[in-house]
């Protein structure tokens, strides 16, 4: 990238509403860009940060669902200095949309 990344994401999220992050069932929150700017940019912003746990549709088996969702709490408890992690949202799509996708 040809600019300051964190810094940029500092500014928008300063004048920010809500912080939405989405976070991708194979890949829950691991990245460590990801958790380089959870810990750097948006510090002091976890008031508006928005989790989704995004494709929560795609777990063939709850189980895997599960250790998903544990892996991003357990990533996220790392970064973000609350003694709760924030609400963290499921969404996935109706069976009815993806059939008519396809």
Same mark, same amino acid.
């Given at each position: 990238?040809?600019?300051?990344?964190?810094?940029?994401?500092?500014?928008?999220?300063?004048?920010?509403?809500?912080?939405?992050?989405?976070?991708?069932?194979?890949?829950?929150?691991? !990245?460590?860009?990801?958790?380089?700017?959870?810990?750097?940019?948006?510090?002091?912003?976890?008031?508006?940060?928005?989790?989704?746990?995004?494709?929560?549709?795609?777990?063939?088996?709850?189980?895997?669902?599960?250790?998903?969702?544990?892996?991003?709490?357990?990533?996220?408890?790392?970064?973000?200095?609350?003694?709760?992690?924030?609400?963290?949202? !499921?969404?996935?799509?109706?069976?009815?949309?993806?059939?008519?996708?396809?």
């Amino acid at each position: 990238r040809g600019y300051d990344f964190t810094g940029v994401t500092r500014w928008l999220a300063d004048r920010a509403d809500v912080v939405c992050l989405f976070f991708d069932p194979d890949k829950p929150g691991t !990245t460590g860009e990801t958790l380089s700017i959870l810990l750097h940019s948006l510090s002091g912003m976890d008031h508006k940060l928005l989790i989704v746990l995004n494709k929560a549709d795609q777990f063939s088996k709850i189980h895997d669902f599960a250790r998903a969702y544990g892996s991003l709490c357990w990533n996220l408890s790392k970064v973000i200095p609350r003694k709760d992690l924030p609400r963290i949202y !499921t969404m996935c799509l109706p069976v009815g949309n993806q059939e008519k996708q396809r």
